[in-house]
């Protein structure tokens, strides 16, 4: 994965938070409680329904989710947002050794980390590795992170465009798939966002779409036969 692509993917996923938190707190202990939450959860799914299935697009989808909840905790561990760029500069090439038997330990090492930068040196190292086994010069990483991103987005309908109606239905729809009724909305920079307010997280309208990851899976088709070494 190039550098640059790293960058912009990871303001995309700030920008992202922007949207449905009303503030973004550095060093905040109870937004990063809740972010290892989320890592946590992230890396478990890719290690049961990717490696342990022998499953190439729920491994690639998990690695991608990683990425979006791991950098998110990266930024919070920043003082601000020229700090994380300062991390970036200084800890984009220091590549972490990463190889089938120690793949799930670098991942679950993730949720420990308490110091900035790290990582991002982390997740460069797991995104390079995962396209060493690409079949050919593009990055299947590229592609998974973009998918994942277009998909996230689709959580965010714009404002202007969604009538009452269907807000009122995607909450219906919500409600019946979380089994809770305390959903809010908020809207911000132009998009809308519905929030369980029990555990304050965002929650799926009906505009949300999968994420495509048919490009990054094709160029992966050599990893099917060694993911069963990836086990711990």
Same mark, same amino acid.
């Given at each position: 994965?190039?550098? =640059? ?27 990063? %409680? &809740?972010?290892?939450? &989320?890592?946590?959860?992230?890396? =478990?799914? $890719? ?5 342990? %299935? ?35 500069? %200084? ?7 990463? /190889? ?23 997740? %460069?190292?797991?995104?390079? &590795? ?5 079949? $050919? ?19 965010? +309908?714009?404002?202007?465009?969604? $009538? ?17 009724? /305390? ?10 966002? &519905?929030?369980?307010?029990?555990? /304050?997280?965002?929650?799926? +309208? $009906? ?26």
């Amino acid at each position: 994965m190039k550098n =640059e692509i790293f960058l912009k993917e990871a303001f995309d996923v700030i920008y992202m938070n922007e949207i449905f938190r009303d503030e973004i707190k550095h060093h905040d202990s109870e937004l990063i %409680k &809740y972010q290892k939450i &989320y890592i946590a959860s992230e890396i =478990e799914e $890719t290690i049961e329904r990717g490696i342990k %299935k022998l499953d190439v697009k729920e491994f690639i989808d998990g690695v991608a989710d990683v990425f979006v909840t791991a950098i998110f905790l990266e930024y919070l561990l920043c003082d601000n947002e020229r700090d994380f760029c300062y991390q970036f500069i %200084k800890q984009i090439e220091k590549k972490i050794d990463i /190889n089938q038997n120690n793949f799930v330990d670098v991942l679950l090492s993730i949720n420990d980390i308490t110091e900035k930068g790290k990582i991002i040196s982390i997740l %460069k190292s797991i995104m390079d &590795y995962v396209d060493s086994f690409s079949n $050919t010069e593009q990055s299947p990483s590229e592609f998974a992170l973009k998918a994942v991103r277009f998909s996230n987005m689709s959580k965010f +309908p714009d404002a202007d465009t969604i $009538t009452e109606e269907q807000i009122n239905k995607d909450i219906e729809h919500i409600r019946k798939k979380t089994g809770t009724s /305390n959903i809010i909305t908020i809207i911000k920079k132009g998009k809308i966002t &519905y929030i369980n307010a029990d555990i /304050n997280k965002f929650q799926k +309208p $009906t505009t949300f779409v999968e994420p495509d990851l048919s490009k990054a899976v094709s160029l992966l088709s050599s990893l099917q036969d060694k993911l069963e070494f990836f086990k711990s």
